[in-house]
């Protein structure tokens, strides 16, 4: 149990385009989602919580206009890069907190953006 | 959240135990010990978790010092699939209101070799 899906597992896309990413929880039902970033041979950084039914809350010096997140449902969240740039190219990694868990949090595998 | 301080990099041979320490000094005492683990190209995979007791798991066993300052996460008997890198992150509370959030530091990245 306890799965998280992402769609596109990889992308790549010309500069100044958008580009979503839809993160799922297949088996359990999130209230809360988080977006992470990850370059090359770095960590993963927080970008973002989004909430059901609520605007998402980003970390400081992330452009809220430009990570478009949107959490419609207790099952799904988009992330949309609005006109990408090279530097944008990254693996983005969402999480989803269950539910009915106190504390866990379940890692989805990753989309790579590739951004030419 | 407390900071966490873990090596950078580690090796094991394979069937032998791969410890791996990390110093968290300035935990509250509400706040968990976390392990996950990043294989190379895909999402965290949770290990364990504690608070102050030893736990166990099929996956591994978490020792934490009686003064919570750090801990140690054990994998009894390392395999080639077990190299990574390994993040410990000290988390709080819900009711700490920012409990959810999880903080990677950098993790140790333990390369298991024949």
């Known amino acids: 149990g306890a799965v998280v899906s992402q769609h596109p597992s990889r992308v790549i896309c010309k500069s100044g385009t958008s580009v979503k990413i839809e993160c799922r929880s297949l088996?359990?039902?999130?209230?809360?989602m988080f977006w992470y970033r990850q370059f090359p041979k770095q960590s993963l950084m927080l970008m973002a919580t989004?909430?059901?039914?609520?605007?998402?809350?980003?970390e400081q010096g992330v452009e809220k206009d430009k990570f478009l997140i949107n959490h419609a449902s207790l099952t799904l969240s988009t992330l949309t890069v609005t006109s990408a740039h090279p530097e944008d190219s990254s693996f983005y990694i969402c999480?989803?907190?269950?539910?009915?868990?106190?504390?866990?949090?379940?890692f989805g595998p990753g989309t790579r953006l590739t951004v030419t | 959240d407390a900071k966490t301080t873990q090596p950078t990099s580690m090796d094991c041979a394979e069937g032998r135990a791969a410890n791996l320490p990390c110093n968290h000094s300035?935990?509250?005492?509400?706040?968990?010990v976390y392990w996950y683990r990043q294989i190379h190209s895909q999402g965290p995979q949770y290990i364990i978790h504690?608070?102050?007791n030893n736990e166990t798991n099929e996956m591994a066993s978490l020792i934490i010092t009686e003064d919570r300052k750090s801990s140690t996460l054990i994998l009894p008997h390392a395999t080639l699939r077990d190299t990574a890198v390994y993040y410990c992150?000290?988390?709080?509370?819900?009711?700490?209101?920012?409990?959810?959030?999880?903080?990677f530091g950098t993790g140790t990245r333990l390369q298991v070799t024949l």
């Open positions: 999480s989803a907190r269950d539910k009915g868990a106190a504390y866990e949090q379940y």
């Open positions: 088996d359990f039902q999130a209230t809360t």
């Open positions: 989004s909430n059901e039914g609520s605007k998402a809350t980003y």
């Open positions: 300035t935990i509250s005492g509400n706040e968990y």
């Open positions: 504690g608070l102050k």
């Open positions: 992150i000290v988390r709080g509370t819900l009711n700490t209101g920012t409990a959810s959030k999880l903080t």
